[in-house]
């Protein structure tokens, strides 16, 4: 992938109406190799997965990959069309995200930071955008930004958008991680956090 783009293998195998699946692998973080699949159905893709995630957010993700190895298997696919989106239309899209996560970066919440709703759940407006309300119902069991992210059903740039409005509007509190610096494990700890921060 660091010799031509998986956008342009896409459009390369949307012009000739290939049939099959995509596999993809790259190095993670630790050392965790990471895959993933993109199913074609005549050169239109009709599904994506990775990790946990499926569908558009798999499929942006993978297009997000500016390393890693990739091997084509044509043949029939059993994929059941989790994604009816034109293939052009949603490269473009992956691309505009793409193009406004840089610009806004400094802006977005830190993946490491924690949210909590700032006012009454009764306060919230009746009639919610839908990426908004899977957000909400997501921070009743979750905190840090990465989880919302990693289990909200829209893509990536979409939920952290949805979460720096509502930090903007003053519905959510942003806590950013502190940084652990080379502390010792919490057992070791001479202090207790919140004695520490006294």
Request: charged fraction near 25%.
């Amino acid at each position: 992938l660091a010799q031509i783009t998986l956008a342009d293998l896409l459009e390369l195998f949307q012009v000739s109406r290939e049939t099959g699946i995509f596999e993809l692998a790259r190095e993670g973080e630790q050392g965790r190799r990471v895959q993933g699949q993109i199913a074609l159905r005549g050169g239109e893709v009709v599904g994506a997965r990775i990790d946990a995630a499926h569908g558009e957010k798999a499929l942006f993700r993978l297009l997000a990959w500016e390393r890693g190895a990739f091997a084509f298997r044509p043949g029939p696919v059993n994929e059941p069309g989790s994604i009816q989106r034109p293939t052009r239309a949603l490269l473009r899209e992956a691309k505009r995200q793409r193009e406004e996560w840089e610009r806004l970066s400094a802006e977005l919440p830190p993946l490491s930071a924690h949210v909590t709703l700032r006012i009454q759940r009764a306060a919230l407006p009746n009639v919610i955008h839908p990426p908004t309300q899977e957000v909400l119902v997501i921070l009743e069991h979750y905190s840090r930004v990465q989880d919302v992210v990693d289990r909200c059903s829209y893509p990536d740039y979409q939920v952290l958008r949805t979460l720096h409005t509502l930090i903007r509007r003053g519905m959510l509190e942003l806590r950013r991680a502190p940084d652990p610096g080379p502390m010792a494990p919490t057992e070791t700890r001479l202090f207790a956090p919140a004695r520490v921060a006294r």
